[in-house]
């Protein structure tokens, strides 16, 4: 799933590749992923792109006249960019994992595509991004709040810090997998109760989400968009490597599963030694 970085890399991509080019025209292929219906698609046509921003994890394409191409990329969600499409015939909805197609008036664009049959994928034509449900309610950015603010926000939800972290509404723009390599970082349990936590325990969180999220869009900016998957996948720790030897102290990095996710942590850097409680496995065996 993309996070902070990967959609900042992607608006910077944008800003660099598509800003002062015109639309040509909007091919809407997964109709289900196109969560307004007015301005149409069709009003896009013949404005210019003037901004790419990022709201949390959302994209934010800002065309001439003041309309706003937002996108939830959401688990298997991607922007890939074109620099010529292979045919001017227009997408067939329904048909192949393009949910949306934005051509520009120099044969370039950007397809916006959903793999596997979860389809999550959600867009809004919208004049103000305040329109946009998932955009209102965002907390403040996680990569731009200071300590009070940060200390504040989590304080204010009592819960897993793991949960927490990844609460939109507390902090915009980590998710599953930026949360397990800034747990790491800062050397906490994905179980830890945010209202327990110490003021050192919650500096050292502010310190380890700036250092995770600020290092993770250096590697990314500059990158095209097809190169950011890779970018990501070197830069983790512990996310996604179950059962490899942690990089910072050569423990083996253990798993919880959840029904439809899982965290990954070091058990020596950040749960005194001790293996978590894995729920599934718990479940199982009762
Ligand atoms: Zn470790």
Redesign the pocket.
């Known amino acids: 799933m993309p996070e902070l970085p990967e959609v900042e890399a992607l608006a910077g991509y944008l800003r660099e590749r598509a800003v002062g080019r015109r639309v040509d025209r909007v091919e809407v292929a997964a109709i289900s992923a196109l969560k307004t219906y007015d301005p149409a698609p069709s009003a896009l046509s013949g404005r210019a792109v003037v901004d790419a921003r990022r709201h949390g994890k959302f994209l934010d394409v800002v065309v001439d006249g003041g309309v706003h191409l937002v996108v939830h990329l959401a688990r298997a969600g991607w922007l890939h960019y074109r620099e010529a499409f292979p045919s001017t015939t227009p997408l067939r909805p329904g048909k192949g994992p393009v949910a949306l197609r934005v051509r520009l008036d120099d044969g370039s664009g950007f397809d916006l595509t959903e793999a596997g049959t979860q389809k999550k994928l959600a867009v809004y034509l919208v004049t103000d991004p305040a329109q946009v449900p998932g955009v209102a309610k965002l907390g403040p950015d996680a990569l731009g709040a200071d300590l009070p603010t940060f200390a504040e926000r989590l304080r204010s939800r009592r819960g897993q810090v793991k949960g927490v972290l990844t609460d939109q509404a507390v902090l915009s723009g980590v998710g599953n997998a930026y949360s397990d390599e800034i747990l790491?970082a800062a050397k906490l349990s994905p179980f830890a109760i945010t209202d327990r936590l110490t003021d050192d325990q919650l500096a050292a969180l502010h310190a380890a989400t700036r250092a995770v999220l600020g290092d993770a869009v250096r590697r990314s900016l500059g990158q095209r968009a097809a190169e950011l998957k890779g970018e990501k996948r070197s830069g983790l720790k512990?996310h996604a490597r179950t059962g490899l030897p942690?990089?910072?102290?050569?423990?083996t990095?253990r798993e919880v599963s959840f029904a439809d996710s899982s965290l990954q942590y070091?058990?020596?850097?950040?749960t005194g030694g001790k293996p978590l409680a894995d729920r599934r496995l718990s479940r199982l065996v009762r």
């Open positions: 790491h512990v942690c990089p910072v102290c050569g423990d990095v070091c058990p020596t850097c950040q």
